[in-house]
């Protein structure tokens, strides 16, 4: 079982929000954990948006609107990124990633459609 | 503004090693605030960190390539490096190098991954 696990897909209108979630295998407790998320647009580097792990420890990449936030679901043991506000070019890939056993480990992506 | 660009063969047979290197420019390259690291994207498929180097020593792998990656620093031209031995085609990705944040004020020695390359297209074919 993969350490973390992404829906493959999610679709939203313009203007809703969208809850992008990232849940840690059974045994790895999300409480622990900084949960960093990354966007990545077809062509291009991903970009660090934030890190979360929980509101008094978070952190917002540098020029990231306030309209991406992060938040964990600890009865679902996952962790969550927000997007409010929907806009046409928030459709991309998005990735969560933590260090696990001294080690990156990166979620395996859900591509956001927004339509 | 901190840049980093990638450079090396865009195709390398089985079996040979892949080297790649990253050049650092607008900012330090030896720093005790950040490390360096790999990434990289097979086509149509996620990210996978590759390995880590910190300025001050100690690195940091894949635990699934760490027989095959070795990474390394040079100061002195300001880049970093990535080999992996005895490649397939499926180390055929593109690949990123990327600054990470070093967390001191809260005990996180990797942080972060916050500046990356662009990216290059390294294809394993004979």
């Known amino acids: 079982q993969a350490v973390l696990t992404q829906p493959s897909s999610l679709s939203a209108s313009p203007g809703a929000s969208a809850s992008l979630t990232c849940t840690l295998r059974?045994?790895?407790?999300?409480?622990?954990?900084?949960i960093y998320w990354y966007q990545q647009k077809p062509g291009s580097p991903p970009q660090y948006l934030l890190r979360?792990?929980?509101?008094?420890?978070?952190?917002?990449g540098s020029g990231v609107p306030s309209r991406f936030s992060g938040s964990k679901d600890a009865s679902a043991n996952a962790g969550i990124l927000l997007i409010s506000g929907l806009q046409s070019e928030d459709e991309a890939d998005y990735y969560c990633?933590?260090?696990?056993?001294?080690?990156?480990?990166f979620g395996g992506g859900t591509k956001l459609t927004v339509l | 503004q901190l840049q980093l660009q990638e450079s090396g063969p865009r195709l390398v047979k089985p079996s040979e090693t892949l080297s790649l290197t990253c050049s650092v420019s607008?900012?330090?390259?030896?720093?005790?605030?950040?490390?360096w690291g790999w990434i990289r994207q097979p086509p149509g498929k996620g990210l996978e960190w590759v390995a880590s180097?910190?300025?001050?020593?100690?690195?940091f792998y894949n635990p699934s390539l760490k027989s095959r990656v070795t990474i390394s620093l040079d100061t002195s031209k300001s880049q970093f490096s990535l080999r992996l031995h005895s490649v397939t085609a499926a180390a055929t990705a593109v690949y990123y190098c990327?600054?990470?944040?070093?967390?001191?004020?809260?005990?996180?020695?990797?942080?972060?991954?916050?500046?990356w390359g662009q990216g290059t297209t390294v294809i394993v074919s004979s």
């Open positions: 059974s045994g790895i407790n999300v409480g622990t954990y900084r």
């Open positions: 607008g900012g330090s390259i030896y720093s005790d605030n950040y490390y």
């Open positions: 990633m933590v260090w696990h056993s001294s080690a990156w480990v």
């Open positions: 180097i910190y300025y001050g020593g100690g690195t």
């Open positions: 979360y792990k929980s509101d008094s420890d978070n952190q917002q």
């Open positions: 990327a600054r990470g944040v070093i967390d001191f004020s809260s005990g996180y020695r990797a942080d972060a991954l916050d500046v």
